[in-house]
């Protein structure tokens, strides 16, 4: 998503981080191959996806248990789409 509205600002003459300022979201390899890269928020995966099996595996033995909200932590990665406010 970024990177599509990355390729739009430039067909604009938008540039980034000039005029705008622009960050994606995963993390994903193809972020630092853009130019500038891409600042983005890194989602640990695998710990995602432990979260994920382990209330899988809670709900399977308990279906009446009451849901509960997980915050999981992320980490701003900052590279070259964002300017200094």
Known sequence: M???LWRAFR????RVPEDIS???FDDRE??????????TVR????ELGQACM???L???HDPEMAFTERV?????VVRGTVRRA
């Open 72 to 76: 999981l932590s992320t980490e701003l």
């Open 11 to 14: 067909r604009q003459d938008v």
């Open 58 to 60: 809670e709900r399977l």
């Open 43 to 46: 989602v640990r995966k695998m």
């Open 54 to 56: 382990r209330t899988l």
């Open 30 to 39: 193809e972020a630092t191959l853009m130019d500038p890269p891409l600042t």
């Open 22 to 24: 622009l960050a994606g």
């Open 2 to 4: 970024a990177y599509g």
